[in-house]
């Protein structure tokens, strides 16, 4: 971001990479796959680099209010430097965050997930995708909470499945009623309380129970949750966990 | 006037004081907690109820319930028609004051009939559900004693009512045919007709005390029904209104910005502030209170109408991520709890004023700390509450007193926070490489 705006030039969108994607290396690869795909269509974004910081998200779900204020408004005060008023982000608790918790402190942008921005991309003819190695695939789209219930965004990640030509099948529990992956609240963060399973054995269980060629995620942290639980179960060989940005990137050879 | 219908004055007197109280006592008890505004979006705001509660729009989810449901609430709204013209009947001694609409009146009653056979089908089916085929939800462990008692207690209240009323009608129905005074002709009869026969051969003086005997034990049974909802799950046929006005409008992921931590946050990021000047306004200001809740008293209204209003359901439990993995938390417990607590933290402000103190709280002695860190913040149990309960936002006001004013969260956590404050992640990654991955394959 600095970098454009040295030049006097202002992207299109801000893409707000996240902590997981900065650092975590599984996360990391959706954060390149998406970044392959905007640099193919010649998209004009910028990212924070290590001007961004953690959007507060954990720290406001466990309960630490003064700990999220702080990290929001400087990250505001950032953004707003910059003079930022699109943002595009690949997890769904910065999205909901931003979108909806950051208003209120100052902080005014029009936030997307990415899957609703390659979502737009297709619907204006920029981005075409065909289904390569996902043709005819069994894929199973996970709900991430923060994407689908708290902001009742649904159909974006599916229709991007169907434009991949895979089957798309739903688990019992999908959508509005889509089962957590365990790992919001800052759950992530600390070891479950006791009980007689854990949350990702769980919804991957059911998942497995479908048998699908791919399970689809749109947020990093549930990523990271099934993909444990499948190597859990022992079935890293047939079931692969992939972001919908990267089956995307993949399928165009990017 | 006959001495009759003073006995019904009384009764409908004294039977309206007491629920009137009740109402009142509710009402101080859910304005203990502290305010939110709720007044803007009006329209929205009755479009939700309209949908939610009027509709029973969430209640569908669930085909079972939610049609055996709509039976007995359709039912119960129409047949209180009907009790209106049992009041009168019953405070000017005429009968069947409605006789006079003719065709009209005779399709009510009519009508009525076949709802109150609904509706007593109906509890008796959601007596089956409850204790024969033990549904989980309704069996769990918070439901141990009373609660599952009252769940009884009212169906069986329900069936009482809706068999005294048809007996009612089938021995008024009997009088009418043997054309005894004062019972005119009017009404049809499509089920206690069947009734009929239990009838034959008696004498028009014991099917007269039989008809009476009816009239007053459903309107003396209603009354009491009136007065038992305050004490009960049962109070939702009411609450379920205004809870759903109430209710969130936001998306549900956006939790509430604290205003308090706001501005204290913007004065510490202020770099005009003087961190040595006196604070302001404190002095006159309204005491904030202590950061998020240990006691239903650091809750808010809405919340605290929300434990009200609950029908302990358990459709939130049903759908929760960490009750269905084997964790304590139950969010329909919490509510439960909120409530309990509220009842006696209530009965203790009464004897003892606003600011007693009676050594005991929300935390611990009724939700544990084991409960409120289980929770992912998934949002599935606001999703299927059927009447727009928040058990989260309980959850997340508990953890915010846990973590700002005792500084107990989970040491995993805390090391989160740190992290956070230090290098702007939650892991302990040094911010400097937050851009790596650009330069990585
Ligand atoms: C105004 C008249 C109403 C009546 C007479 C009524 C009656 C009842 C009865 C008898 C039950 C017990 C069912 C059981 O034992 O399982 C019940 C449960 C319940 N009611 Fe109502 N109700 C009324 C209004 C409402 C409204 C407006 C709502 C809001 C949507 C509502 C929501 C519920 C819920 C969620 C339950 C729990 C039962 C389940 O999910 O299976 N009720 N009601
Ligand atoms: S938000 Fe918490 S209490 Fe509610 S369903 Fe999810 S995990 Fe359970
Ligand atoms: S909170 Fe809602 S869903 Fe949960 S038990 Fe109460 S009424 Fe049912």
């Known amino acids: 971001m600095a970098e454009m705006m040295a030049k006097g030039e202002q992207p299109d969108v801000l893409f707000w990479v996240g902590c997981a994607g900065s650092f975590d290396d599984r996360a990391k690869k959706i954060t390149k796959a998406f970044v392959k795909i905007l640099n193919h269509l010649d998209y004009k974004f910028a990212v924070l680099g290590t001007e961004e910081s953690c959007s507060g998200d954990p720290a406001k779900r466990a309960g630490n209010e003064f700990l999220f204020q702080m990290q929001a408004m400087a990250n505001i005060e950032v953004m707003n430097a910059y003079e930022v008023k699109k943002i595009v982000t690949t997890c769904p608790h910065c999205f909901n965050t931003i979108k909806n918790e950051y208003p209120e402190l100052g902080g005014l942008y029009d936030v997307m997930h990415h899957t609703q921005l390659l979502q737009s991309l297709i619907d204006e003819g920029r981005l ?125 050879d990017l | 006037m006959e001495v009759s219908n003073l006995i019904f004055v009384l009764c409908l007197g004294i039977a309206s004081f007491f629920f009137g109280r009740n109402v009142i006592k509710v009402r101080r008890n859910i304005m203990l907690g502290r305010d939110i505004d709720r007044s803007d979006r009006s329209r929205d705001r009755w479009m939700t109820m309209a949908r939610v509660a009027l509709g029973q729009s969430k209640m569908v989810v669930r085909p079972v319930a939610g049609f055996l449901h709509i039976l007995v609430y359709v039912g119960f709204v129409i047949i209180n028609i009907e009790v209106l013209e049992i009041v009168i009947d019953g405070l000017i001694g005429t009968h069947r004051v409605f006789a006079f609409m003719g065709a009209f009146y005779s399709f009510l009653i009519g009508s009525f009939e076949i709802l109150a056979f609904l509706v007593l089908l109906a509890c008796v089916l959601f007596m089956i559900r409850r204790n024969v085929l033990q549904i989980k939800r309704f069996v769990m462990q918070e439901m141990d004693g009373w609660p599952k008692l009252d769940a009884n207690l009212i169906l069986i209240f329900e069936v009482v009512l809706m068999s005294a009323f048809l007996l009612m009608q089938g021995a008024d129905l009997a009088l009418q045919n043997l054309g005894a005074d004062h019972y005119v002709k009017a009404g049809s009869f499509p089920i206690s007709s069947l009734l009929l026969p239990l009838f034959d051969g008696m004498s028009i003086e014991a099917i007269v005390m039989i008809e009476r005997a009816c009239w007053w034990f459903h309107i003396l049974g209603i009354l009491a029904f009136l007065n038992y909802l305050p004490y009960s799950k049962h109070f939702h046929i009411i609450l379920a209104f205004p809870n759903t006005y109430y209710s969130n409008l936001e998306p549900k992921g956006a939790f509430t910005n604290m205003a308090s931590v706001k501005s204290e946050v913007q004065m510490m990021m202020d770099p005009n502030a003087d961190p040595y000047a006196a604070p302001a306004e404190a002095e006159d200001a309204e005491d904030p209170g202590r950061f ?57 402000v009464s004897a003892n004023g606003k600011d007693g103190e009676d050594g005991k709280s929300l935390l611990d002695d009724y939700i544990t700390r084991e409960e409120l860190w289980a929770c992912t913040s998934c949002n599935a149990c606001t999703q299927a509450c059927p009447i727009n309960i928040d058990p989260l936002s309980i959850i997340l006001d508990m953890r915010r007193y846990l973590v700002m004013e005792e500084s107990a969260a989970p040491t995993e956590l805390n090391m989160m926070f740190t992290n956070v404050e230090n290098n702007g992640a939650p892991w302990q990654f040094p911010a400097v490489d937050r851009l790596n991955w650009k330069d990585e394959a």
């Open chain 1, 128 to 252: 075409t995708v065909e289904g390569g190695d996902y043709k005819g695939k069994k894929i199973t789209f996970h709900d991430p909470c923060y994407l689908g219930r708290a902001n009742e965004v649904y159909e974006a990640p599916r229709t991007l499945i169907n434009n991949l030509d895979a089957e798309l099948v739903e688990m019992k529990r999908c959508k509005s009623r889509g089962f957590c992956c365990g790992a919001g609240g800052a759950q992530m963060f600390k070891e479950p309380e006791k009980g007689q399973k854990d949350v990702n054995i769980e919804r991957t269980e059911e998942a497995l129970k479908i048998q699908p060629d791919f399970i689809a995620t749109g947020c990093p942290f549930c990523n990271t949750m099934m993909t444990d639980g499948v190597k859990n179960k022992e079935k890293e060989e047939e079931v692969k966990v992939l972001d919908i940005a990267e089956m995307i990137a993949t399928a165009k």
């Open chain 2, 292 to 348: 998020g809740a240990k006691d239903v008293n650091d809750l808010n209204w809405v919340q605290l109408m929300n434990a009200y209003s609950c029908t302990e359901c358990g459709r939130c439990t049903s759908e929760c991520p960490a009750n269905q993995t084997g964790k304590l938390l139950s969010p329909r417990k919490i509510m439960m709890d909120t409530r309990d607590r509220l009842e006696e933290f209530g009965t203790h």
